[in-house]
């Protein structure tokens, strides 16, 4: 009987730690972008819905001041400017929602874009742009 119960735990432990990155995929101008956002990142972060009479859990404020101390460590980016910032839904998520935040920055010597997904309690994540490979 306690084998049964062994059994269960480790198929449901392992259920829960191989649970799959909630995908995100955007489309900036010419520029498809994508980022792997983990699960339980995204239960962590404050749920918010847009017609509730309270702001969203982290302002514009916090999301500039957010990306810019993720910038300052790497120096191809310490120098990059926003250059937009949108508030998105999260993917099969009904009641959580991110920032994606635009920053062009010049890296090796041309100007480029760089995108960052900030959830909402302020978690940067860095999304990867398409590889022209594979446009």
């Known amino acids: ?26 489309h900036i101008d010419d520029m498809k972008v994508v980022a792997f956002i983990n699960e339980t990142d995204i239960e962590k972060s404050m749920q918010w819905s847009p017609f509730s ?5 982290v302002s514009i404020n916090q999301v500039v001041a957010a990306v810019k ?5 790497d120096a191809k980016l ?18 959580h929602w991110h920032y994606l935040v635009k920053l062009r920055a010049n890296i090796n010597g041309k100007s480029d874009n760089v995108v960052f997904i900030v ?15 594979i446009k």
């Open 1 to 26: 009987m306690n084998f049964r119960w062994l059994l269960l735990f480790l198929i449901s432990f392992n259920v829960q730690a191989n649970r799959f990155p909630v995908e995100i995929i955007e």
């Open 53 to 57: 009479d309270s702001p969203p859990p």
């Open 69 to 73: 101390k993720k910038i300052t460590s």
């Open 78 to 95: 310490s120098e990059a400017t926003i250059t937009e910032i949108e508030l998105k839904s999260m993917p099969h998520h009904k009641k």
């Open 119 to 133: 959830l909402m309690d302020g978690k940067v994540i860095r999304a990867m742009k398409e590889p022209e490979a």
